[in-house]
């Protein structure tokens, strides 16, 4: 190869690289903010469970030098420092640790606080999914502002085939009318824009309170037995919060209690956004076929 062509490869190859090395990586996050950065975060702090397992997911664990309270999966979140909870926040500690990146979460943290670390000029990414492409772009988005975007496409990808496989499996299921109890004291639930909604109706369930106008609407005793669904569910492990679902069989006359469709179902897999949604979405969807069998 003549020495032109060999000087013209190099420059090539040059260009090329400074071009990708030089690329900031940019995302638009769920407030709408275009963020862009220098170059991939390598210092980031999450300030939610939720953004914990999103950044693990985006293959930036060893990225996160700091967590929220209540962080606890992947198993190696729970050794890394907190920095607060949805309630107050160490903004000192999180200043000190000199973060390139901070991932918060609409529904939890305080836009206030969080205005200030955007004035002292750490960028802040704000994360709230309402939908199931939500999930797909979000691991999208982090992988991106961390430098994985190869892992972040074929999380997303593998998320999004195997999510079509669940709608194309439970299309023509015959629909199950379903009250979804996330607290009993004040009694609450969920309307149809939160996503354990839509993992009800991907399944052929109908939410009896999805029309509510809040997410997370507060209800009566006497709208359930008003309602009478035909399945009632809540979060969690055998043992936890059955006293919950043992509350409802004083009412036999709710349809529910009269064929004991009464389920709890794994706790953390349908309550956090997040790539394991889509195995709760399975469990629940095996729970709605049980509730059909017994009507």
């Known amino acids: 190869m003549g020495g032109g062509r060999v000087q013209a490869l190099l420059m090539l190859i040059l260009l090329s690289t400074g071009t990708a090395a030089g690329a900031e990586p940019c995302a638009r996050d769920d407030l709408g903010t275009h963020l862009c950065l220098e170059r991939p975060a390598q210092r980031v702090v999450s300030l939610s469970p939720g953004a914990t397992e999103w950044l693990f997911s985006a293959g930036a664990g060893d990225q996160v030098v700091a967590v929220s309270a209540w962080s606890d999966y992947p198993a190696p979140a729970a050794d890394l420092p907190r920095v607060g909870d949805a309630?107050?926040?160490?903004?000192?500690?999180?200043?000190?640790?000199?973060?390139?990146?901070?991932?918060?979460?609409?529904?939890?943290?305080?836009?206030?606080?969080?205005?200030?670390?955007?004035?002292?000029?750490?960028p802040?990414?704000?994360?709230?999914?309402?939908?199931?492409?939500?999930?797909?772009?979000?691991?999208?988005?982090?992988?991106?502002?961390?430098?994985?975007?190869?892992?972040?496409?074929?999380?997303?990808?593998?998320?999004?085939?195997?999510?079509?496989?669940?709608?194309?499996?439970?299309?023509?299921?015959?629909?199950?009318?379903?009250?979804?109890?996330?607290?009993?004291?004040?009694?609450?639930?969920?309307?149809?824009?939160?996503?354990?909604?839509?993992?009800?109706?991907?399944?052929?369930?109908?939410?009896?309170?999805?029309?509510?106008?809040?997410?997370?609407?507060?209800?009566?005793t006497e709208s359930v037995l008003a309602a009478n669904p035909d399945t009632i569910i809540t979060?969690?492990?055998?043992?936890?919060?059955?006293?919950?679902?043992?509350?409802?069989?004083?009412?036999?006359?709710?349809?529910?209690?009269?064929?004991?469709?009464?389920?709890?179902?794994?706790?953390d897999l349908l309550a956090r956004p997040t790539l394991r949604l889509l195995a709760g979405t399975r469990h629940l969807c095996q729970t709605l076929e049980r509730a059909r069998g017994r009507l």
Not at 94 to 119: C, E, F, Y
Not at 237 to 246: D, F, H, P, Y
Request: charged letters at 20%; hydrophobic letters at 45%.
């Open 87 to 122: 309630n107050r926040l160490d903004l000192e500690a999180i200043v000190s640790l000199k973060p390139d990146l901070v991932v918060a979460w609409v529904d939890g943290n305080s836009r206030d606080q969080l205005d200030r670390l955007a004035a002292v000029g750490i």
């Open 235 to 267: 979060s969690g492990a055998a043992g936890q919060n059955t006293a919950w679902l043992e509350y409802w069989r004083q009412f036999p006359e709710l349809t529910a209690v009269a064929t004991d469709n009464l389920f709890l179902e794994p706790p």
């Open 124 to 220: 802040v990414f704000w994360l709230a999914p309402r939908d199931f492409d939500d999930i797909a772009r979000t691991i999208e988005r982090l992988s991106t502002l961390t430098g994985h975007q190869a892992q972040g496409k074929a999380r997303a990808a593998a998320f999004r085939s195997e999510l079509a496989g669940l709608q194309a499996k439970y299309a023509e299921a015959r629909p199950v009318r379903v009250f979804y109890q996330v607290w009993h004291e004040p009694l609450m639930t969920v309307n149809n824009e939160e996503l354990i909604s839509k993992a009800i109706a991907l399944c052929g369930g109908v939410n009896v309170f999805g029309d509510l106008p809040r997410l997370v609407p507060r209800i009566s």
